[in-house]
Nanobody, 120 residues
């Protein structure tokens, strides 16, 4: 079982930055892929960024590419999402999730979410 706890959300003005953290505990494997999702009111959940623990491969949604950076600290079992040049449309609840491999169809574990609000 894997437990995920997000932190770092808050209120920021447009153009500002925030860094989200996702601390993982329990049984994790180097093959795990960690993703950051977000869901705004009335919208579907969206995959924002993903990283594979082993090798550090990353991927981004087009809407955040060049502004957001996902990274991982294996020693701390923590994944980060650095968000720069934030826009009001980035406002959402952000969730951290994990799956056993990048090719796996579903994410198996989810955090509780952290609110990010970007004011114009």
């Amino acid at each position: 079982q894997v437990q995920l706890v997000e932190s770092g959300g808050g209120l920021v003005q447009a153009g500002g930055s925030l860094r989200l953290s996702c601390a993982a505990s329990g049984r994790t494997f180097s093959s795990y892929a960690m993703g950051w999702f977000r869901q705004a009111p009335g919208k579907e959940r969206e995959l924002v960024a993903v990283i594979v623990w082993s090798g550090g491969r990353t991927g981004y949604a087009g809407s955040v590419k060049g502004r957001f950076t996902i990274s991982g600290d294996n020693a701390k079992n923590t994944v980060y999402l650095q968000m720069n040049s934030l826009k009001p449309e980035d406002t959402a609840v952000y969730y951290c999730a994990a799956k056993r491999a990048l090719a796996a169809p579903e994410y198996d574990y989810w955090g509780q979410g952290t609110q990010v609000t970007v004011s114009s």
